[in-house]
T-cell receptor
């Protein structure tokens, strides 16, 4: 099971692009990379998932280099409402007991 | 938002008391999960279910049992609650095992005194 390392916290200002990097040196060939967002007093919410290169949706982009030992979640033009904890997960696409959340990155967005 | 409800949303109970938390879904998803979240630990998987009457242990299953008699309901039971089980409990569902895209419920805050 690949261990992930993320910064504990990050600060940003409204309108800026935020990049949160996750290290996963032991990622296995079949592992996917998934990011979740969690607001206070709510359950986590799926943001994006990828295997290699770049994935983009209406919320974020996920950049994965060729060696896949790290990944970067990019949030364009953040607002106050993006203040949340962001979790990087790496593991087999099989759910169940393979799903492990770390402590995440607390992003604080200010005016 | 996915149709997931948890009950109760808040509960205070005494040590040694049995407690059952309920997760109910209206999405007809096959996979259901129970997590606990504590400061400094992120979310940790307690038990999960891959179908009616099919369940398995997660990372922190000691002291907990689960049951799933219907697709839509997944129950988490603390047979004899302890103070170490004070936590926020989240239920989640997913449509496929081949995806990490899980949908989470609103959570239950449990306090064991």
């Amino acid at each position: 099971l690949a261990k992930t390392t993320q910064p504990i916290s990050m600060d940003s200002y409204e309108g800026q692009e935020v990049n949160i990097t996750c290290s996963h040196n032991n990622i296995a060939t079949n592992d996917y990379i998934t990011w979740y967002q969690q607001f206070p007093s709510q359950g986590p919410r799926f943001i994006i998932q990828g295997y290699k290169t770049k994935v983009t949706n209406e919320v974020a982009s996920l950049f994965i280099p060729a060696d896949r030992k790290s990944s970067t979640l990019s949030l364009p033009r953040v607002s106050l409402s993006d203040t949340a904890v962001y979790y990087c997960l790496v593991g087999l696409t099989g759910g169940g007991n393979k799903l492990t959340f770390g402590t995440g990155t607390q992003l604080k967005v200010e005016l | 938002d996915a149709g997931i409800t948890q009950s109760p949303r808040h509960k205070v109970t005494e040590t040694g008391t049995p407690v059952t938390l309920r997760c109910h879904q209206t999405e007809n998803h096959r996979y259901m999960y129970w997590y606990r979240q504590d400061p400094g630990h992120g979310l940790r998987l307690i038990h999960y279910s891959y179908g009616v009457k099919d369940t398995d242990k997660g990372e922190v299953s000691d002291g907990y049992s689960v049951s799933r008699s219907k697709t839509e309901d997944f129950l988490l039971t603390l047979e004899s609650a302890t103070s170490s089980q004070t936590s926020v409990y989240f239920c989640a569902i997913s449509e496929r095992a081949s995806s990490y895209e899980q949908y989470f419920g609103p959570g239950t805050r449990l306090t064991v005194t």
